[in-house]
């Protein structure tokens, strides 16, 4: 009888990873990525099995990280837990290979350029940065240091959104005509779970940006021109900084000279027993076709009596972010939410162990093409951002109705305002 020799050993590799910021973001995404990954370390042809460690976190208290590692048990591995003052500095003098910024976003730039000038690969929860100018110095950053920048913009995993990004790349739909996109949340989030940061925030920064990314990465063209207004007076004083609502509009060009207006409402004062956790809704219209998308209605309604619609929901988004009893016994957390977080660490894995020494700058050369996620791609989307803040901050300050004009004759963002002389230039350099 012939004997066969053991197939070799698949190669073990490991990557320890840092959090900074232990809020929401980390609770609903990264806890059950972290959890899930201990449990079943990843694997990917041409690395091996990668496992992934949560090492460190960081964070203003503590507290959070203090209440996970009691309540999570063997769940989760051991972790070190620094806080302020210097809670990133110390985190980044640890062994950490990869960084996650969850922070508030106009505490995002710091984090992830400390990270990337400490070597590390570094993700990033959207929105990446608030300016071009913070844009441009991470990805100057990375190149020089020789890391992944990335950001989260989860719903690009969506499968609807996947979906409709397939029948626009296939030629199915042709070209696009305008578009409407809204999402709508509680409360809860403006008023109990962010309210330590959103003073002089609004909503349109905080989820808006996805679907400007969605947008952008979805049908191309040329950012022209951003529009903004909003309300005030519910999260805040009504002639305050901090804002209820949103409703942008972006004017995009493409290269047949056709142009495409894109309209994004957002607010985060809806009432708290709405049947939704979120109320999400795209459409958008095309030469041939008109797609419509609703997070609500992908078919699900539940009704529990004395629990739902506030405790448990009435419609829930499976897709985004589940728990599950699957039919093997397991318990499960997943949807794509979560994916999105695991697509970074395979690409890190990737870089770092997916072929010889030698070769490292190609593999990661190859991950910075990825422009659903990569900080070089983000350009436009940064800078409808920086237009919309502007445009709000001089509503506050008085002056609403501005217009920003993207690469016009004067720069790369233009700020125009009703009856000055002349505009203000908020980025030099092109778009």
Not at 49 to 58: D, K, Q, Y
Not at 138 to 163: F, G, M, S, T
Not at 213 to 237: E, H, S
Request: proline letters at 5%.
């Amino acid at each position: 009888m012939n004997s066969t020799s053991p197939p070799p050993l698949a190669s073990l590799h490991k990557l320890r990873a840092g959090m900074v910021g232990m809020g929401m973001i980390f609770d609903e995404t990264y806890r059950p990525f972290f959890e899930t990954v201990r449990r079943q370390p990843l694997y990917e042809p041409g690395v091996g099995v990668c496992e992934v460690e949560l090492a460190a976190v960081a964070s203003r208290t503590g507290q959070r990280a203090e209440a996970y590692r009691k309540s999570a048990g063997d769940r989760i591995g051991a972790f070190k837990s620094f806080v302020e003052p210097n809670c990133t500095e110390q985190l980044l003098a640890s062994d950490v290979d990869c960084v996650c910024v969850a922070t508030p976003d106009d505490r995002h730039f710091s984090a992830a350029s400390a990270a990337i000038k400490a070597g590390k690969h570094v993700l990033i929860e959207k929105p990446s940065v608030l300016t071009l100018r913070e844009l441009d110095e991470l990805v100057a950053l990375a190149k020089q240091h020789n890391v992944l920048a990335k950001v989260v913009y989860h719903k690009l995993l969506d499968p609807d959104h996947k979906k409709l990004r397939t029948l626009v790349a296939d030629g199915v739909l042709k070209h696009v005509n305008n578009g409407y996109c809204t999402l709508l949340e509680p409360k809860s989030i403006s008023g109990s779970q962010f309210a330590e940061w959103i003073t002089g925030r609004n909503p349109g920064t905080y989820v808006a940006v996805h679907y400007i990314k969605l947008i952008d990465f979805t049908f191309g063209g040329r950012l022209k021109c951003v529009q903004c207004t909003g309300q005030r007076g519910l999260v805040g004083p009504a002639d305050g900084p901090t804002w209820d609502s949103t409703q942008l509009r972006m004017i995009y060009e493409y290269d047949d000279g056709r142009e495409a207006a894109f309209d994004i409402h957002t607010s985060w004062v809806t009432p708290d027993n709405f049947p939704g956790y979120v109320e999400q809704e795209v459409q958008f219209r095309f030469d041939n076709g008109v797609w419509n998308g609703h997070s609500r209605k992908r078919g699900i309604e539940l009704t529990v009596e004395g629990r739902t619609p506030t405790e448990l929901k009435t419609t829930i988004n499976t897709h985004y972010n589940g728990t599950f009893l699957e039919p093997w016994g397991a318990r499960a957390q997943r949807g794509y939410g979560i994916e999105v977080l695991e697509r970074f660490v395979r690409e890190v894995a990737q870089v770092e162990f997916g072929g010889p020494p030698s070769e490292r700058n190609q593999r990661l050369a190859a991950a910075r093409t990825l422009a659903y996620n990569d900080l070089s791609a983000d350009r436009q989307t940064v800078a409808a951002v920086e237009a919309m803040e502007a445009i709000l901050t001089a509503n506050v300050a008085g002056t609403p109705n501005c217009v920003v004009n993207v690469n016009d004759q004067r720069g790369g963002l233009v700020l125009y305002k009703p009856g000055a002389a002349e505009p203000e230039v908020l980025h030099a350099g092109k778009v």
